[in-house]
């Protein structure tokens, strides 16, 4: 099974997402392996210094980084990845201008798309759901489900105007695929690393990532 974390958008979290459910899916028992196709390569960084740290650690999946930047090499790429036994989690840049991407989100089997309730956020989700619509236009076989996720969520703001948007805003892109519950903004996300979900991580993403669980492997967290 293949899942990419995605959106036209930078700084949306899904880099921190793509790490901690691959930290969940490990500690669930699932075989994970972590591909690296954002340029900036966080995860893989990450990976290095939290060996450093803990250089006697047990590793709970692997991560390897990716150039995308060649069409035919990404093809090879998902041809490979959809032949390994377990889950493979891809976290792709936030440009869709590489065309590298369209073999990864045309033979992907879900996108978990993280967005936020600001408008340049939710704009770009609109646009990141019509490139996939296109897609799937083009290349009738694409199976690929989405999977949204409202990331950094702060309950201490919103007018009633605004929550009555965003609850709106939920319910429509339900049209478009799944809506996960939504992850709150917290200092703990912050702390995240590539070994371990932390005890207060777990209280902040684990109904996010049960909710992705049963939708993906048809069940709840183990």
């Not at 840049?93 to 967005?115: H, K, R, S």
Request: glycine share 6%; net charge positive; with cysteine.
């Amino acid at each position: 099974m293949v899942i990419i974390f995605g959106n036209q958008k930078g700084g949306v979290g899904k880099t921190t997402l793509c790490t901690l459910f691959a930290n969940h899916l490990a500690n669930m028992g699932k075989k994970t392996l972590v591909v690296d196709c954002d340029n900036q390569q966080t995860i893989s960084e990450k990976r290095k210094l939290d060996l450093k740290k803990s250089p006697k650690v047990k590793i709970p999946y692997n991560v390897q980084t990716f150039n995308i930047a060649d069409v035919e090499n990404a093809n090879k790429l998902m041809a490979t990845l959809r032949a390994i036994d377990g889950v493979v989690l891809i976290d792709s840049p936030g440009n869709l201008a590489q065309q590298g991407l369209i073999p990864l989100f045309v033979n992907a089997d879900y996108v978990v798309c993280p967005f936020q309730f600001e408008p340049t956020s939710v704009n770009s989700t609109v646009m990141f759901i019509l490139f996939i619509s296109k897609l799937k236009e083009k290349f009738p076989k694409m199976k690929t489900q989405l999977i949204f996720v409202v990331n950094r969520h702060d309950k201490r703001y919103g007018k009633q105007s605004e929550l009555e948007l965003w609850a709106k805003t939920e319910k429509d892109l339900e049209r478009y695929g799944y809506v996960a519950p939504r992850v709150d903004i917290k200092v703990d996300m912050q702390r995240y690393n590539t070994i371990e979900v932390l005890d207060n991580q777990k209280k902040i993403v684990g109904p996010t990532f049960d909710f992705i669980c049963k939708k993906i492997f048809g069940e709840d967290k183990q």
